[in-house]
């Protein structure tokens, strides 16, 4: 299996080169390096969207609520690793963005993991509605667009 069907379904992709220092005690990179990726994955998403200049104007972006990770393979130096982000559930004000690492080095999972992203007002610091024009862009980016 290769890489691209790996991480088929997922139209937000970005690549990692693993370091040295990300690996612990154990001989393999930390779990908690697999947040970073995930986190650089959801940045590349929001740049794709134009949500982060979208912020910068409005006040409105997202924060994090909640993450999770399910470690398949342990990764480790060197390596490079694929990582896709995608949205797999849009709410009022929040969606779930679904993430999958996968080694180059190995051409298999590595983990695979979701957070949950609301909308918040950075101005007011409250919560929001997701806007009508990030939802059609997230709409768009889903179906391949």
């Known amino acids: 299996m290769t890489i691209a069907d790996l991480l088929k379904g997922y139209y937000v992709t970005t690549q990692i080169p693993v370091a040295w220092a990300e690996m612990d005690a154990f ?15 959801r940045i590349v998403y929001l740049e794709r969207l134009n ?12 924060i994090l609520a909640s993450t999770q990770c399910r470690f398949r393979v342990p990764l480790t ?17 929040r969606f779930t963005m679904d993430y999958c690492v996968v080694s180059q080095r190995l051409e298999k999972v590595a983990a695979e993991g979701s ?3 609301v909308m ?8 929001t509605g997701i806007p009508q024009v990030l939802r059609q862009r997230i709409e768009a980016i889903e179906r391949g667009e």
């Open 77 to 93: 130096y060197p390596d490079t690793v694929s990582v896709g982000a995608r949205v797999h559930s849009l709410e009022a004000d």
């Open 27 to 41: 001989g393999h990179v930390n779990n908690v390096v697999y947040f970073r990726y995930f986190e650089i994955a």
């Open 51 to 62: 949500g982060l200049a979208y912020m910068e104007e409005t006040g409105i972006g997202p």
């Open 115 to 117: 957070g949950v992203i």
């Open 120 to 127: 918040f007002d950075y101005r007011e610091n409250a919560k």
